[in-house]
């Protein structure tokens, strides 16, 4: 069960990764984090001209990949954690709960992109709240829009706003 110990910046060996079963590989907690507390810092690696699978969406127009650790964390319909943009605009992951050490790291893959039209499986997050298809902040209940407020990329407000949107 040992993983990788991993360096982020600042936060060395928070996190590591490991297989996670049916989803792949995981990112799992090295440590306890405080409900809050920064779980893994986002780094920019490439700016893209367009989504693509694996782009995170940090702006109405914007579209990146991130390096480290950010791609290799799993999708949950109920997940620990968060997001908060950090100064360059990359996401950071944010404990929305306090999480143990070996706890798997998730957050929503609604919470950064406003559309997944075509992902390619079924959510295997196995929460209560599986929705089964993984979908976009544009497809979301309206009750987890607000469970998750101030922890989503700020861009989908906006989107909402310009689509007449709740
Ligand atoms: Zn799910």
New binding site residues.
């Given amino acids: 069960m040992s993983g990788i110990p991993v360096k982020q910046g600042n936060h060395d060996e928070l996190v590591t990764v490991r297989d996670a079963g049916d989803r792949g590989v995981g990112v799992f907690a090295a440590r306890d984090f405080p409900a809050g507390s920064v779980v893994l810092v986002g780094v920019i690696e490439a700016e893209l001209d367009r989504n693509t699978p694996h782009a995170s969406q940090i702006g109405i127009d914007r579209f990146v990949l991130h390096a480290g650790l950010m791609p290799m964390a799993n999708?949950?319909?109920?997940p620990n954690c968060g997001i908060r943009p950090n100064a360059t605009g990359a996401h950071n992951l944010i404990a929305r709960t306090s999480i143990t050490e070996g706890e798997e790291i998730t957050y929503d893959y609604a919470m950064r992109n406003y559309t997944i039209e075509h992902f390619p499986v079924p959510?295997?997050?196995?929460?209560a709240?599986?929705?089964?298809r993984?979908t976009g902040w544009k497809d979301l209940p309206n009750e987890r829009k607000s469970a998750y407020r101030g922890l989503i990329a700020p861009y989908l407000l906006d989107l909402d706003k310009l689509t007449g949107r709740p």
């Fill in positions: 999708h949950s319909c109920d959510c295997q997050c196995g929460t709240r599986c929705r089964r993984i």
